[in-house]
């Protein structure tokens, strides 16, 4: 009779869903269609669960997460710029090969305005263009933002060498100093 009276007091996992608490970490839950591949997972990764790889060559960055390694502390989900990776309720990460603990997803490479050479995600590059259009004062600047975020290092490094040596700063700087009685 005590039994019946107090009710069960055991879970009835695995045979019905286990209910989790509010803020459970489970499993991160990676959303290519929202990722720009910016990297900032990566780096906040403490366990290295997430990598990335670029290859030029082909054009593309390849972003990987191993389920294997991660100790979901949620510290992606806090540094991802446009939230396409959320700790789900999932923690039932069983599997047949240590392979099938790892996702991946690959983007495709903005080629500089400049040069033509691949330099960044697409999306990383079309998603910084929105953010500064928003701040500029008008569709000029806006397209010179545009243009510039479109351009890779090399070629932005080249343009500011170009663009000192027409303001004539190297020759001021070359002047002995005025010295005064």
């Given at each position: 009779?005590e039994?019946f009276?107090?009710g069960?007091?055991?879970?009835q996992?695995?045979?019905a869903p286990m209910p989790?608490?509010?803020?459970?970490?489970?499993?991160?839950?990676?959303?290519?269609?929202g990722?720009?591949?910016?990297?900032?997972?990566?780096?906040?990764?403490?366990?290295?669960a997430?990598g990335m790889?670029?290859?030029t060559?082909?054009g593309?960055?390849?972003?990987?997460i191993?389920?294997?390694?991660?100790v979901?502390?949620?510290?992606c989900?806090?540094?991802?710029?446009?939230g396409?990776i959320?700790?789900?309720?999932?923690?039932?990460?069983?599997?047949?090969?240590?392979a099938?603990l790892?996702r991946?997803?690959?983007?495709?490479l903005?080629?500089?305005?400049?040069?033509g050479?691949p330099?960044a995600?697409?999306k990383e590059?079309?998603?910084?263009?929105?953010l500064l259009?928003?701040?500029a004062?008008s569709?000029?600047?806006?397209?010179?933002?545009?243009?510039?975020?479109?351009?890779?290092?090399?070629?932005?490094?080249?343009?500011?060498?170009?663009?000192i040596a027409?303001?004539?700063?190297g020759r001021q700087m070359?002047k002995e100093p005025?010295t005064?009685?």
């Amino acid at each position: 009779m005590e039994i019946f009276r107090t009710g069960e007091a055991t879970v009835q996992y695995p045979f019905a869903p286990m209910p989790v608490c509010k803020d459970f970490r489970g499993k991160p839950e990676h959303r290519a269609e929202g990722c720009i591949a910016c990297a900032a997972c990566t780096v906040a990764c403490p366990a290295n669960a997430i990598g990335m790889e670029t290859d030029t060559a082909a054009g593309n960055r390849i972003w990987s997460i191993d389920y294997g390694r991660c100790v979901f502390c949620g510290r992606c989900e806090e540094s991802c710029p446009t939230g396409a990776i959320r700790l789900s309720d999932d923690f039932e990460l069983a599997v047949g090969s240590k392979a099938d603990l790892t996702r991946k997803a690959v983007f495709t490479l903005a080629d500089c305005a400049c040069c033509g050479k691949p330099f960044a995600p697409a999306k990383e590059v079309d998603y910084v263009a929105r953010l500064l259009s928003q701040s500029a004062r008008s569709a000029e600047e806006a397209d010179r933002l545009r243009l510039t975020v479109s351009t890779c290092p090399a070629c932005k490094r080249a343009q500011d060498v170009h663009h000192i040596a027409g303001m004539g700063i190297g020759r001021q700087m070359t002047k002995e100093p005025e010295t005064t009685p």
